[in-house]
DNA sequence: CTAACTACCTGAACGC
DNA sequence: TGCGTTCAGGTAGTTA
């Protein structure tokens, strides 16, 4: 079962963080792993004016014109020291001793990330430095979507997870927002009605995720400790094999570009 | 330039 | 019970 920090989630993180670390200095930075923490000691003394979220990325400027860019990767969160029971264990990779605390970044496989780069230089980044338009602003639109969907023949579910469409969508939210807008997840070729219609599904997936604070499976948690809500709202994703909501046909598992994929190969026909 | 591959990591689930 | 194998997956780096 998944546990994929996507937008909803990393958006869920960044509301609870931001009120945590907004106006707060960073005394050090501890690393204790050796994984993917690059010049974290760098933002030592530097104050966190914001927190905010580019795609699945939380970017922290600092005063001194640094930022601290996060990725939660697979199993990322971040935890305050000491609140709601939070007590540190093996699997904490890096923390943040603040004026007021201590912020820890736990992460069991590892595959988050934790940056200190001037600001804008996401030139050691290549995802976050090519990234799509954010998902639910105006940048996002329908026609800018379709053509970019043509200009590639790669099918389009990798082409959603390569961040360069939209930002922010992973395999779960990808596997839903093709089910609901009828694509298939193979589909090389997406005409102008259908593209219409994946983009505002990414749209509503999303939207719907973030009122429910996330989906978790088990390792995704919110800064409180608490998973979110949305678990119990998926239509496809963990229901292989299980009726299609839609047509009653029972939902297939296929591998599409290397991903799990779960479709209806009813209603998602090429 | 794009696209397709692999490595990274480790607990859970599975098979015998 | 216990051990070995397979799976999950986002990103970065490499190769074609």
């Not at 005063?63 to 029971?85: A, I, K, Q, Y």
């Not at 970044?105 to 780069?117: I, K, P, S």
């Not at 995704?220 to 094999?241: E, I, M, P």
């Not at 299609?244 to 090429?270: E, F, I, S």
Request: hydrophobic residues 40%.
């Amino acid at each position: 079962m998944a546990r994929v920090p996507e937008l909803p989630e990393v958006e869920s993180v960044r509301r609870q963080l931001r009120p945590r670390l907004v106006g707060r200095r960073i005394l050090a930075v501890d690393a204790v792993s050796r994984g993917r923490l690059h010049d974290v000691a760098r933002a030592a003394g530097h104050r966190v004016l914001d927190v905010r979220r580019r795609g699945k990325y939380l970017i922290a400027p600092l005063d001194g014109g640094l930022e601290l860019v996060g990725h939660l990767g697979m199993t990322g969160s971040f935890r305050m020291r000491g609140e709601d029971g939070w007590v540190p264990d093996a699997y904490v990779r890096a923390s943040l001793r603040l004026d007021d605390g201590v912020l820890d970044f736990r992460d069991v496989r590892r595959f988050g990330m934790l940056r200190v780069t001037p600001a804008g230089d996401y030139s050691a980044m290549s995802t976050l430095a090519r990234l799509g338009p954010e998902p639910l602003s105006a940048e996002f639109d329908p026609v800018g979507f379709h053509r970019r969907l043509a200009s590639t023949r790669m099918p389009v579910k990798p082409f959603l997870l390569s961040q360069r469409p939209v930002a922010g969508v992973g395999n779960i939210y990808a596997d839903e927002a093709l089910w609901r807008s009828r694509v298939s997840p193979r589909a090389r070729h997406v005409g102008r009605l259908r593209a219409r219609a994946l983009w505002a599904a990414v749209r509503e997936v999303l939207a719907e995720a973030i009122e429910r604070e996330g989906t978790t499976f088990r390792d995704y948690r919110l800064v409180d400790g608490q998973g979110g809500r949305n678990g119990g709202h998926l239509r496809v994703y963990g229901r292989a094999g299980l009726p299609c909501v839609r047509c009653g046909r029972p939902l297939a598992k296929t591998v599409v570009g290397g991903r799990g994929t779960t479709y209806c190969r009813v209603c998602q026909r090429r």
